[in-house]
């Protein structure tokens, strides 16, 4: 995964896909390159050379049908929407009003091949696991782990875990490598990513 990945951001408004750059903008961990409103999507992605695209479906609800292989993330409305989205072969599907950090986690997730979507969208989510992936041991995950993985998503050190949840920071060590274990992540932020991706936490 690219260390700042390119973003092209898109949708039909200009005021939303101004509005949605500005934001993004100002974010860590996300390079804005540009900007479309889909009608010149082919010609914009080479131009540009995203590593994601971000498309927000309006309150019509519209999808794009190309992009390329540039793994893409969609703003939607509704379920119905998500839906449409993910069996289209979006990377992931977020509620428009969604905070920027909830939108780079997601555009994160997708550079790494992974389908993000929220799980205020889906009501089945262990469906559209199955049509989609092979999922983790997220029923092996324990409460405490669940625990440990919140704070994780907060960036939260293992020392301050531990003062957090007052256990010993070993005790932390020993959670983190067993959730690792479990998602089959290689890292602490793969973790959080997978977890999010599988509902067990949120974006």
Do not use: C
Not at 115 to 139: C, G, Q, Y
């Amino acid at each position: 995964m690219p260390l700042d990945p390119r973003l092209l951001v898109a949708a039909k408004a200009l005021l939303v896909r101004a509005g949605l750059a500005s934001l993004l903008g100002d974010q860590t961990r996300i390079t804005v390159v540009g900007q479309s409103d889909g009608q010149r999507l082919e010609g914009e992605i080479d131009l540009y050379r995203p590593d994601v695209l971000l498309w927000d479906t309006g309150t019509a609800g519209d999808l794009i049908d190309y992009a390329d292989g540039v793994p893409t993330v969609a703003l939607v409305s509704d379920e119905a929407v998500a839906r449409d989205a993910l069996g289209q072969g979006f990377k992931g599907v977020l509620p428009r009003d969604a905070s920027p950090r909830q939108i780079v986690t997601a555009l994160i997730g997708a550079t790494q091949g992974m389908v993000m979507m929220d799980a205020s969208l889906i009501t089945a989510p262990s469906l559209f696991l199955k049509r989609h992936s092979e999922s983790p041991n997220m029923e092996g995950i324990t409460p405490r782990e669940l625990e440990v993985l919140k704070q994780l998503a907060q960036g939260t050190s293992n020392k301050a875990i531990a003062y957090e949840l007052d256990i010993s920071e070993h005790t932390v060590k020993f959670h983190v490598t067993s959730i690792m274990a479990k998602l089959d992540a290689r890292s602490r932020t793969e973790a959080v990513v997978t977890a999010t991706r599988m509902g067990l936490i949120p974006l």
